[in-house]
């Protein structure tokens, strides 16, 4: 079974903000077309809109500094006396867990 885990993406814990969008996620960008000044808006080309970025040397081992990565897991499943074909088993806090 495959889990999918959320990490930091830093083996410290701790984020550094971007410094070209100043943590918002967003860069403005200003054209100048003669006496037209156009300005516009898009996704930080630094931090790809996060708003925070991981060192190179500071990433996860696991992840990489994408903070989602898969983990293979044996789980042993109790399956009650009675059971109805086709009925949901849930195994509590086995997904999208944050791992420090």
Same mark, same amino acid.
């Given at each position: 079974m495959f889990v999918i885990v959320v990490s930091t993406g830093c083996n410290d814990g701790i984020e550094r903000q971007c410094t070209k969008c100043e943590g918002i996620g967003i860069e403005t960008l200003i054209y100048r077309m003669g006496p037209i000044i156009q300005q516009s808006q898009r996704q930080c080309s630094l931090c790809n809109g996060?708003?925070?970025? #991981?060192? !190179?040397?500071?990433? =996860?081992? !696991? =992840?990489?500094?994408?903070? #989602?990565f898969q983990e293979k897991k044996k789980l042993d499943v109790n399956i009650a006396h009675g059971s109805q074909d086709g009925e949901t088993i849930k195994f509590f806090g086995e997904a999208n867990q944050i791992v420090n």
């Open positions: 996060n708003g925070n970025l #991981i060192e !190179k040397n500071n990433r =996860c081992k !696991k =992840c990489y500094g994408n903070k #989602i």
